[in-house]
């Protein structure tokens, strides 16, 4: 099993450009989420999804969407990048099965928005 | 007020010290709660669950203490290797969970 798999790994985008940052993974979980990571900020939730078709907002959804159309994708997109955005995404999923919530994260996309 | 709150530290102990972190949540329907490790520029990952009754994993003991609305984290005979931020986190059911902004330790040679 590879896991949970981000890319890019790094990216840097200009203000107003807009990208998609990857997820898969292959565990056949239903639950899925990325995170935001900020100095001093700890881990923000920004979307989740609790299976294929089903999204909804976390903490700071502003300025991402995200969509679930399989169990194993769950790509992020940034409209309109502004550097507020520069931060460590991080993706993660977990099986919800008897409130069990063991996350596993991907390793992470370095975005840096100038 | 965030749902779950830590000392950001950080706390520097000499190896072999024995090292105590609290994280305490605000939301009393918290039901589960884990303990997450995570080293410099690399994910989060799970390094125990919290029970009630107490969970011990080596040198690495976790509590939680309903009434007073704490989980704990006891590190024995700390290693260089145990340096890393430690994250609590606290979920109601299938609820998203809610992350601590982490404590950061360093042992010391």
């Known amino acids: 099993n590879a896991g949970v798999t981000q890319t890019p790994k790094f990216q840097v985008l200009k203000t107003g450009q807009s990208m998609t940052l990857q997820c898969a993974q292959d565990?056949?979980?239903?639950?899925m989420s990325w995170y935001r990571q900020d100095p001093g900020m700890g881990l923000r939730l920004i979307h989740y999804?609790?299976?294929?078709?089903?999204?909804d907002q976390g903490e700071v959804p502003n300025g991402y969407n995200v969509s679930r159309s399989t169990t194993e994708d769950f790509p992020l997109r940034l409209l309109s990048a502004a550097p507020s955005q520069t931060s460590v995404y991080f993706c993660a999923s977990s099986s919800v099965s008897g409130g069990a919530h063991e996350q596993y994260f991907g390793p992470g996309t370095r975005l840096t928005v100038t | 007020r965030k749902e779950v709150e830590q000392d950001p530290g950080p706390f520097n102990v000499p190896e072999g010290a024995t090292v105590a972190f609290n994280c305490t949540y605000s939301?009393?329907?918290?039901?589960?709660f884990f303990w997450y490790r995570q080293d410099c520029r690399k994910e989060p990952k799970l390094l125990m669950s919290v029970y009630s009754s107490g969970n011990e994993d080596g040198r690495f003991t976790a509590q939680l203490n309903r009434a007073s609305q704490y989980i704990s984290l006891l590190i024995r005979d700390s290693k260089l290797s145990d340096s890393a931020t430690y994250l609590c986190v606290g979920t109601s059911g299938n609820t998203p969970l809610v992350f601590g902004k982490g404590t950061r330790l360093s042992v010391i040679a």
């Open positions: 999804s609790v299976g294929a078709g089903i999204t």
């Open positions: 939301n009393s329907a918290s039901q589960s």
């Open positions: 565990m056949n979980h239903e639950y």
